[in-house]
């Protein structure tokens, strides 16, 4: 079974600065992609950045990046200039065919991100 | 542009009732659509998704069912609650593409207490 892992429950950042969260992902399949989505206080699920597992260039999005290391299976966040705003969970998650039409994803336990003034 | 849309927003129903959630898709034309739940401090569990007008696929046995009665419709339901049904119910839509991967999106949510 695919397996997601993000090993940090909680982070805090001052407002301005750069944090990383991590993810690691587990699979024997080639063609995959991975994204990472924030959950507001609201709890609205909103796409972050998304990554296709065979694009060797790493996804950016304005203040977002993220650093894809495929052989590692490692696939981090990168947030520059960290705003009051960017206070939310953040979820690493893993799409693949999951067999017939169903492209199931796979979601990490999350990571709490606190911005602070 | 498309959005997707839940109700309600919230739910407080006793236990045994019935259920009914609802998630309607616009601005596109046959998309995939999904259901999830996401109980306290916990990651999202795909419950049921569907490709199609009356296709429902189950991933997690429960008293939860899920219909597809239009192409941008999708509703999930219970004949009688239980208290583990409580938590928050997302739906998402992706579309239909060669190949098949392609971004999920997350419609508000419904939160649920059964109590």
């Known amino acids: 079974a695919q397996t997601v892992t993000q090993s940090q429950p909680e982070m805090s950042v001052q407002e301005a600065e750069t944090v990383t969260l991590s993810c690691t992902y587990d699979t024997s399949e080639n063609n995959y992609y991975l994204f990472w989505y924030k959950q507001p206080p609201s709890r609205q699920m909103i796409l972050v950045i998304r990554q296709e597992a065979y694009k060797q260039q790493n996804a950016t999005e304005n203040r977002f990046s993220v650093n894809f290391q495929k052989a590692a299976k490692s696939f981090s966040l990168k947030i520059s200039d960290s705003q009051l705003g960017d206070t939310a969970m953040y979820f690493c998650?893993?799409?693949?065919?999951?067999?017939?039409?169903?492209?199931?994803?796979?979601f990490g336990k999350g990571t709490l991100l606190t911005v602070n003034p | 542009s498309q959005t997707i849309h839940q109700w309600p927003a919230t739910l407080v129903q006793p236990v045994g009732s019935p259920l009914s959630l609802e998630c309607t898709v616009e601005g596109t034309s046959n998309p995939n659509l999904y259901w999830y739940r996401q109980a306290a401090g916990r990651g999202l569990q795909l419950l049921f998704y569907?490709?199609?007008?009356?296709?429902i696929s189950s991933e997690v046995p429960q008293n939860l069912s899920a219909s597809r009665p239009q192409d941008r419709q999708f509703i999930l339901s219970s004949k009688k609650l239980l208290l583990s049904d409580s938590g928050f119910y997302l739906c998402?839509?992706?579309?239909?593409?060669?190949?098949?991967?392609?971004?999920?999106?997350f419609g508000p949510g419904t939160r649920l207490t059964v109590l």
């Open positions: 998402a839509w992706s579309p239909i593409r060669s190949g098949g991967l392609d971004t999920q999106y």
């Open positions: 569907s490709v199609g007008i009356g296709q």
């Open positions: 998650a893993f799409m693949q065919n999951s067999g017939g039409s169903n492209y199931k994803l796979t």
